[in-house]
């Protein structure tokens, strides 16, 4: 388990890379390149350091802007619950778990794991029936979108700003998690007086 997480660690590291350049021509890529303005901010720019929406249609490239910002918003939020969890405040089981999430995780009673389960199933349904309405952008579950559009450079700035710090969770959570899974040390442990 170890070795596996510190593989995906190492490899994660590829996406600190500059993308390889692509030749110029005139796909559905070049155009989601050219006419999208959320996500693509310096100073990385265009950001594929694998290359994965390379000959992607469109439908495509949406479904991944849509699995990057649900990632990144489980990444914020799972950012903010381990540092309340580290932290010692469990608003459930009369704060009898341990402090430690990776410990807490294997400490949540059954009905947790059935509540955690269910809660997360309840939300993806409904994203799914949102998905179905005439007009949806991806990642847009309140459905802004029918009130502002990517013409409001505020918005654009409020939706970069989210992909931005999404990002940063999804990478700040790997460190944190790796962190813990290797060293014990959770929370703010990392700056502790020595």
Same mark, same amino acid.
């Not at 929406?53 to 914020?76: C, F, I, P, W």
């Not at 990642?139 to 939706?159: F, R």
């Given at each position: 388990?170890?070795?596996?997480?510190?593989?995906?660690?190492?490899?994660? &590291? +590829?996406?600190?890379?500059? #993308? !390889?350049?692509? =030749?110029?021509?005139? $796909?559905?890529?070049?155009?989601?390149?050219? %006419?999208?303005?959320?996500?693509?901010?310096?100073?990385?720019?265009?950001?594929?350091?694998?290359?994965?929406?390379?000959?992607?249609?469109?439908?495509?490239?949406?479904?991944?802007?849509?699995?990057?910002?649900?990632?990144?918003?489980?990444?914020?939020?799972?950012?903010?619950?381990?540092?309340? &969890? +580290?932290?010692?405040?469990? #608003? !459930?089981?009369? =704060?009898?778990?341990? $402090?430690?999430?990776?410990?807490?995780?294997? %400490?949540?009673?059954?009905?947790?794991?059935?509540?955690?389960?269910?809660?997360?199933?309840?939300?993806?349904?409904?994203?799914?029936?949102?998905?179905?309405?005439?007009?949806?952008?991806?990642?847009?579950?309140?459905?802004?979108?029918?009130?502002?559009?990517?013409?409001?450079?505020?918005?654009?700035?409020?939706?970069?700003?989210?992909?931005?710090?999404?990002?940063?969770?999804?990478?700040?959570?790997?460190?944190?998690?790796?962190?813990?899974?290797?060293?014990?040390?959770?929370?703010?442990?990392?700056?502790?007086?020595?």
């Amino acid at each position: 388990m170890k070795i596996a997480t510190l593989l995906s660690l190492v490899g994660s &590291t +590829a996406a600190f890379t500059t #993308p !390889a350049k692509v =030749s110029g021509s005139t $796909s559905s890529l070049a155009a989601w390149k050219d %006419e999208t303005v959320v996500g693509i901010t310096a100073p990385m720019g265009y950001f594929d350091p694998f290359g994965l929406s390379n000959g992607q249609s469109d439908e495509t490239m949406k479904l991944y802007r849509e699995a990057e910002l649900k990632h990144g918003r489980v990444a914020m939020a799972a950012c903010l619950g381990w540092y309340v &969890t +580290a932290s010692g405040v469990h #608003p !459930a089981f009369n =704060s009898a778990l341990s $402090s430690d999430p990776l410990q807490a995780m294997k %400490e949540l009673p059954l009905v947790g794991w059935v509540q955690f389960v269910l809660g997360c199933g309840a939300i993806e349904w409904l994203a799914q029936q949102i998905k179905k309405r005439p007009g949806y952008v991806p990642g847009d579950i309140l459905g802004a979108a029918y009130w502002v559009d990517d013409s409001d450079e505020g918005w654009v700035d409020y939706q970069n700003k989210e992909i931005n710090n999404g990002r940063l969770a999804m990478v700040a959570f790997m460190g944190i998690y790796v962190q813990d899974l290797l060293y014990g040390e959770y929370g703010d442990q990392i700056f502790r007086s020595t």
